[in-house]
């Protein structure tokens, strides 16, 4: 795989953060995704996040796994730590990692398709432990690095480019995510950076497991009449054989809405998106009822967006095994093996 790297040379005078880094600084190779893809912005929103938390770009640790959404951590953070893991099992990646090494920030990056299918259980596991990290899902409802499959995330009754109707019942993340205890719950839409940014702020800087949904429609394969995650970026060419496909560019679809209004999102092919940002007085630390919410907006075909549920006293995984304070990959011989008597005393406690 070939990755185009951005030139070094940047303008002097360009904005520097608390710690002296630009923007430029936290950013990655230029992206091989298709031309307004809206992956590309929620990696624009992480890169601000970044800069604005004036985080050392060598502190973050960035896994993924297969996809579409998992090939973005090569765009941005490019000083970071990464690692790419096979399909699905990013999660359990992501957690061996941070027990070894507390010390880092963890970013789990995702899709439907690896998230909701394949890593279905990788997903659960991984927020139910409290895992502190922030685990974003870059959700378009298909899988489109095969061409454009229905993914679990997909609602039911949409259709595919080849007016195929889904007939499953679609994966809520945001649901599952309440329901498995996540400390930290968010959705938002790719094109609201408005909105995205400071969610994402406050995912890394929120201790304990939490998880964002971002609506990111693809697109290649969810630019047509029937999707309900649709952001259409037309075909220029009729399918054939032997005949290459086109997608045209075109500006990516963006939004700005006040909070508790419903804003219809108009795609490109004339199909609109009804998405609801929460109302400023909403309590964001009640799990039951963000669940009611969520489904009594749902019944609507409204997409409820912004912070749907936190826990101000949250605990992560190494806070519920009890581990040391030191990273566990800087442990020497000594802490290790700390002798007979500790051994003895150990062991008396498990009669």
């Known amino acids: 795989m070939t990755y185009l790297a951005k030139p070094k040379f940047h303008h002097p005078n360009l904005p520097k953060n608390d710690l002296g880094y630009t923007h430029r600084d936290y950013e990655g190779t230029v992206s091989t995704l298709c031309a307004g893809c809206g992956h590309d912005s929620i990696t624009a929103a992480i ?18 796994g297969i996809g579409c959404s998992s090939k973005t951590p090569t765009y ?3 000083n970071s730590h990464g690692f790419n893991s096979v399909h699905g099992r990013m999660p359990s990646v992501l957690t061996g990692a941070n027990l070894a090494n507390r010390d880092l920030i963890y970013l ?3 899709g439907d398709g690896d998230s909701a299918s394949i890593g279905f259980g990788q997903f659960a596991h991984a927020l139910r432990r409290g895992v502190n990290m922030a685990y974003i899902v870059e959700n378009n409802g298909v899988y489109g690095l095969t061409k454009g499959q229905f993914s679990a995330t997909a609602d039911r009754g949409s259709k595919s480019k080849r007016g195929i109707t889904n007939t499953d019942n679609s994966i ?36 304990g497991a939490a998880f964002i949904d971002v609506i990111s429609p693809c697109v290649a394969f969810n630019n047509h009449a029937g999707s309900t995650k649709s952001f259409d970026f037309v075909r220029e060419h009729n399918e054939a054989v032997n005949r290459l496909d086109v997608i045209s560019s075109r500006m990516p679809i963006e939004v700005k809405y006040d ?14 998106i009804a998405l609801r940002k929460l109302d400023a007085d909403y309590d964001v630390h009640d799990r039951t009822a963000a669940l009611g919410f969520l489904q009594s907006h749902a019944a609507k075909g409204q997409i409820v967006t912004g912070l749907l549920y936190m826990d101000k006293d949250a605990d992560d995984l190494h806070g519920h095994l009890g581990t040391v304070e030191m990273p566990l990959n800087a442990l020497n011989e000594k802490e290790l093996c700390p002798g007979q008597a500790m051994l003895d005393k150990f062991n008396a406690s498990m009669r």
């Open 108 to 110: 789990g990056v995702s």
């Open 76 to 78: 941005f953070l490019g």
């Open 259 to 272: 909070p508790g209004t419903v804003e219809l999102v108009e795609q490109h092919d004339g199909t609109t």
């Open 47 to 64: 890169i601000q996040a970044c800069f604005e938390l004036s985080i050392e770009p060598h502190r973050v640790a960035k896994i993924s």
């Open 172 to 207: 809520d993340l945001v649901a599952i995510a309440l329901q498995l205890g996540a400390s930290f719950v968010a959705r938002s839409f790719s094109g609201d950076k408005h909105q995205l940014v400071p969610i994402i702020k406050a995912a890394i800087s929120h201790k």
